[in-house]
């Protein structure tokens, strides 16, 4: 019997649900205070991510260093420094942080140009 082949397109689609799935239950993992299985789900969701060439789903946070997913207030701390996003991982204690330059300036450009940004909510 042959194996069929499906397309890239195709197992691209079967991988985001199976992620989503595993990210998913990684968090309720995290809730219960299982980490070690919560990181067996993330490095199971990793490795199809790797094997399809898709990227990380990006609103589920993960520890890069440890895998396990990250839950704000359960096990990662988030702190607003100057110009990023300061997330420590508490089982492991490592740091990432993410630029919000972009959120910055746009608040700043609001503040700035109140009609303009008004003018465009009445376009869209
Ligand atoms: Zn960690």
Redesign the pocket.
């Known amino acids: 019997m042959v194996k069929k082949r499906i397309s890239n397109r195709e197992a691209r689609s079967i991988a985001q649900v199976r992620m989503e799935r595993l990210l998913d239950l990684a968090l309720v993992e995290v809730r219960e205070g299982c980490i070690e299985r919560s990181r067996r789900y993330v490095t199971l969701a990793r490795r199809i991510s790797m094997r399809t060439n898709t990227p990380m789903l990006k609103d589920r946070p993960y ?1 890069r ?2 895998m ?1 997913a990250l839950l704000p207030g359960i096990n990662c701390q988030v702190r607003l420094r100057s110009d990023r996003v300061v997330m420590r ?1 508490l ?4 740091v990432r942080r993410a630029p919000y330059l972009k959120e910055k300036r746009g608040e700043r450009d609001e503040q700035g140009k109140e009609e303009g940004t008004d003018r465009q909510g009445q376009r869209a």
Do not use: F, L, R
Not at 91 to 94: H, I, P, R
């Open positions: 520890c260093e440890c396990a991982c089982s492991c204690g490592a």
